[in-house]
């Protein structure tokens, strides 16, 4: 191609997972490929997450038994999307069927080139596993625990993940409840002997989002992708109403890259972007997001600028935070998903009223903590618990147990009072109001039944509770003295609006002509899931699937039987 420095068949913009799997697609059917990353680490926000795919129908299930079929997965996306009344013109009726056709394919390709993966658990429901098709196992996959010497040189490239332990996902949750069964002191002695075992042979295990990353990272680099990082792509280039190639810098002059079949932008979203965030997120904030530093929006805007749709950019996937004193310089914010679905646990706005199920979904969590907020103040709101809850579940990163950092009550982040009345002065809420909610949650745990927002319900409430708490694993009495309150925000792990796709994943202008040569994947796209999240990992499992796709489409390797 003409007027290019130098010319690819397939160029990528950005290092997600989706990424990965599209350049895996090319390089098999003999493209080549090069990926583009502005941060000096390779992996992306998928490397620092959880690494959570949702897969409905996968390999996984199949062999544990458990059947998935086509109907019951688009049953419940359609009975997802429908929940939300909100426009999501990313989520079409043929892109969830793209969905669950290729999604489980996509995970066959991957394993046949030697990543390896497994289900996530035995038990990790789909979030509103009550609506038709929902799951109440899982339909969740990951990555299995990944030895980063085995990248080599780009093991110290390789963006650090969250967990500072060798343990899969489902062994770091269960870990907490050491103290309560034989099986969690079991799980224990395993993670700890595993530690061992890593540090006496050298090796750098890691788990979730960096083991998946990991894996992927190393099966692109072996399958001859060129990646290259510190690489930031300033514009998208067209000619004849084609995207032919992109923008970037070598050596501190610009550099121009064709790309014969086409431009693939996975670039994240912008959550990491307050000014963005100000227009289509008011009320939020960036320093609460648990993205990386470089998630700021670049490719939504040079999208939009040659005809692109951004649609759905209200949403994020929303993830509850509290903020223990230093938290700006913590990863992960401390999560508070786990505080409040808990038993012995409730969460109240501003003026000391439960507003909300709070065992829920973390995306529908947040979206309702800032519609409170409009009416009600509500950000923050306060996680109201007692001495049972303290003594036997985790807290902004601490072990249970009422032993906690000095600062955080010298700081005034940890309320602590030896009655109801005495806790709502120290969060400045009408002392009868907060004792009437208390006694009113109260109630309702003696019947059994959550008679204002049913939590408890569903089977993701009682998995987000306590296994070992009965009847209802979600539901406990807040009595025990002493009381305590810490702040809740709405953080997030992403933003979820972007370029508006097609089925085949490329860019479509307002009139829904594709651009030519631009695909798009990943929360740089308006979601394929509209405005709600289905399960763990409804990012990164189409990230992945619609890179596939695209890449497939791209190469013009047609549509799989």
């Known amino acids: 191609m003409a007027g290019f420095d130098e010319t690819f068949d397939w160029v990528i913009v ?8 599209s350049a895996l697609v090319m390089r098999d059917a003999g493209r080549s490929v090069v990926i583009l990353e502005k941060s000096r680490w390779a992996g992306g926000t998928t490397a620092k997450s959880g690494g959570v795919m949702w897969i409905p129908g996968n390999r996984f299930m199949k062999a544990a038994g458990d059947e998935d079929s086509r109907e019951a997965a688009i049953a419940y996306l359609d009975a997802v999307v429908a929940t939300d009344s909100g426009e999501a013109p990313g989520s079409t009726p043929e892109k969830r069927r793209a969905y669950v056709d290729e999604a489980p394919r996509m995970i066959d390709f991957l ?8 289900r996530a658990a035995d038990v990790w429901p789909d979030y509103y596993d009550e609506l038709p098709g929902g799951c109440a196992t899982t339909r969740c996959v990951v990555a299995q625990l990944f030895d980063t010497n085995e990248l080599g040189e780009w093991r110290e490239k390789l963006r650090p993940g969250f967990l500072p332990v060798p343990a899969r996902l489902d062994e770091g949750m269960k870990l907490p409840y050491y103290k309560k069964s034989w099986l969690g002191r079991a799980m224990f002695a395993k993670v700890a002997l595993r530690t061992i075992g890593a540090r006496l042979t050298g090796k750098k295990i890691v788990s979730a989002g960096a083991a998946l990353q990991g894996r992927m990272l190393k099966a692109a680099l072996a399958a001859g992708a060129d990646i290259r990082l510190e690489t930031p792509v300033s514009g998208l280039m067209v000619e004849d109403d084609r995207v032919t190639g992109v923008l970037t810098h070598r050596d501190g002059r610009p550099w121009r890259i064709g790309a014969r079949l086409g431009v693939l932008v996975n670039a994240g979203g912008f959550a990491r972007n307050q000014a963005m ?39 994020m996937v929303g993830y509850q935070c509290t903020l223990v004193p230093g938290w700006e310089r913590m990863f992960p914010v401390p999560p508070a998903q786990s505080i409040t679905g808990k038993p012995h646990a409730i969460l109240v706005d501003q003026s000391g009223v439960r507003y909300m199920n709070e065992g829920g979904s973390y995306e529908l969590f947040c979206e309702t903590m800032l519609k409170r907020n409009q009416t009600v103040p509500a950000v923050p709101s306060w996680a109201i618990f007692d001495a049972d809850y303290i003594d036997q579940y985790m807290l902004g990163g601490t072990m249970p147990g009422r032993g906690k950092p000095d600062a955080w009550t010298r700081e005034g982040y940890l309320k602590q009072a030896n009655g109801i009345e005495e806790l709502a002065a120290l969060i400045d809420v009408d002392p009868a109001t907060l004792r009437s909610t208390v006694d ?29 708490h009965g009847p209802n694993k979600a539901l406990g009495r807040i009595e025990k003295a002493p009381f305590y309150a810490v702040n809740v925000v709405p953080g997030d792990v992403s933003t979820y609006g972007g370029a508006v796709t097609d089925r085949h994943s490329r860019v479509v202008r307002a009139d829904g002509s594709p651009i030519d040569g631009l695909y798009a994947t990943g929360v740089s796209t308006a979601s394929p899931m509209g405005n709600v999240y289905p399960g763990a990992g409804a990012s990164i499992g189409p990230s992945m699937t619609f890179g596939y796709i695209a890449a497939r489409h791209a190469a013009g390797l047609g549509n799989q039987p």
């Open 277 to 315: 965030r100000d227009r289509y997120l008011p009320g939020t904030r960036a320093d609460w997001s648990q993205t990386n530093e470089s998630d700021m929006g670049d490719m939504h805007v040079e999208m939009e600028r040659i005809g692109g749709v951004l649609a759905q950019m209200d949403q």
């Open 440 to 468: 009113r949650w109260n109630g309702f745990v003696d019947k059994g039944v959550d008679e204002d927002f049913h939590r408890g319900e569903r089977a993701y409430d009682a998995w987000l509770g306590d296994p070992y």
């Open 111 to 118: 394993v046949g080139k030697g990543v390896k993966l497994e």
């Open 14 to 21: 950005g290092n997600g997972a989706g990424s990965m799997s």
